[in-house]
């Protein structure tokens, strides 16, 4: 499965720093003097090849650019924060890049196709990869499990079909997967990899997801609605109607607020509403921008929303107000796919 490795050797946390440094990454805790925030983000060319774009969360200014394999679908840090994981549609369908080196450093590949979203467990062992496609006559997409230490694949489940995006609960016992053709939240048992429930959210196809910090609210957009499902019974709880198509979901840290992409007009012309998560009420939206994907600072200070056109600029708005803080030139000819922040530690 692991196709070349470069660069220097790639440092797998243990013991107590590992705890420390992951609950930092996922709380926005850690003190200023032991991480730095990167913004990465995605972009696809004509060719459906891809670029990271690494941007520094505190000047705003560009770091470097790491080029993929494919259109990058999906990026997502382990929880020590020194690697982030590319989901490409290409094969091998995942790239692994050093946070310190910005270097390539394994592939690995996931069924023979392409990947769409990764999720860690809580100890940042195991990724779960939601595969997209795994070719001509092939399955119409698994979850696979990499092993992080040796980054073999060490098993595989169904969850409808074409998984497009997948969270694990805080304690390891379950993944919530959706897919690109169901209006469905699937609930897999991850000590079994057995389907324990299926959660109807109505509307258009591909839900997607914001899990609560805590693993008790699962928060998800479909059509023109947000809605809240308590995962302790897997029922849907408050829904809130939205005044155009939800494209995304992301939480503030401490989970307090939900930020929504909403598009309203024709080129994906639409604000960022903010939702109180505790009785699912609006609070405020944005200024008119271009909605695309949506990632929330490690400080819960920043939202940064990207495009979802080629040549579209990213947009950071200030939480609080929802005004412009910085606007992100787009690179040229491609088109911005995915943005993840990542607290990464100081060498």
């Known amino acids: 499965m692991m196709t070349f490795q470069v660069g220097r050797t790639r440092r797998l946390a243990t013991g107590a720093l590992t705890a420390t440094v992951a609950m930092a990454v996922l709380t926005g805790t850690a003190h200023a003097k032991d991480t730095h925030t990167l913004a990465y983000i995605g972009y696809s060319d004509n060719r459906g090849q891809g670029t990271i774009l690494v941007s520094d969360a505190d000047t705003h200014e560009e770091v470097t650019r790491i080029r993929v394999a494919g259109r990058p679908n999906g990026i997502t840090a382990t929880p020590d924060g020194n690697f982030i994981y590319v989901a490409t549609e290409s094969t091998p369908g995942v790239q692994i ?3 310190h080196t910005h270097e ?15 999720a860690f467990n809580s100890g940042g062992d195991l990724a779960y990869v939601a595969q997209g496609s795994s070719g001509a006559g092939g399955s119409r997409g698994r979850v696979y499990i990499d092993d992080v230490a040796t980054d073999q694949v060490i098993g595989s489940f169904k969850a409808g079909e074409w998984p497009t995006d997948i969270v694990i609960t805080p304690d390891d016992t379950r993944a919530y997967v959706t897919s690109s053709e169901s209006t469905n939240v699937w609930v897999i048992d991850l000590a079994t990899h057995s389907l324990i429930a299926t959660i109807n959210m109505g509307g258009p196809s591909s839900p997607r997801l914001a899990l609560s910090p805590d693993g008790s609210s699962l928060f998800v957009t479909s059509g023109a609605r947000l809605s809240v499902i308590d995962v302790a019974t897997n029922t849907i709880g408050k829904h809130l109607a939205l005044s155009g198509r939800a494209a995304g979901v992301a939480l503030s840290p401490d989970g307090a607020r939900a930020y929504v992409g909403e598009v309203r007009e024709a080129g994906f012309k639409g604000v960022v509403t903010t939702v109180d998560t505790t009785d699912l009420a609006k609070i405020g939206e944005s200024v008119e921008v271009t909605v695309g994907k949506l990632a929330v600072s490690p400080s819960g200070a920043e939202v940064y929303v990207t495009g979802d056109e080629g040549n579209t600029d990213t947009v950071v708005l200030e939480a609080e107000t929802g005004e412009i803080h910085t606007v992100l030139p787009a690179l040229e000819n491609d088109r911005p796919s995915t943005v993840t922040l990542v607290a990464v530690p100081n060498d």
């Open 97 to 99: 890049i050093d946070t």
């Open 104 to 118: 390539i450093i394994q592939e690995v590949s996931v069924g023979g196709g392409w990947a769409n979203k990764i």
